[in-house]
């Protein structure tokens, strides 16, 4: 029969179990500060984006958070767009 072990304080305090994910950790701005953005698209694009998002190894607001970017930079050379 095993040995009764006396517990402490520690061994009864909860510990979160730290998870190991294949998937990469969330950005550097924390969740309670981002903001739902929710827009509906044809079923086609969404696939494309998806696929785009995916071969690149990015989020889906990463892609387009990037593509938003590229566009502000074009956008302000380019005198014919208006913002």
């Not at 072990?5 to 998937?23: E, I």
Request: aromatic letters at 6%; a positive charge.
């Amino acid at each position: 029969m095993a040995k009764a072990v006396a517990l402490t304080s520690a061994d009864l305090a909860p510990a979160k179990p730290r998870t190991q994910s294949a998937m990469r950790q969330r950005g550097v701005v924390p969740s309670a500060e981002l903001i739902p953005l929710q827009f509906r698209m044809p079923p086609e694009f969404v696939r494309a984006f998806k696929q785009a998002a995916l071969d690149r190894n990015l989020k889906l607001n990463e892609l387009l958070n990037t593509v938003f970017q590229e566009f502000m930079k074009t956008a302000r050379s380019d005198n014919n767009v208006a913002l």
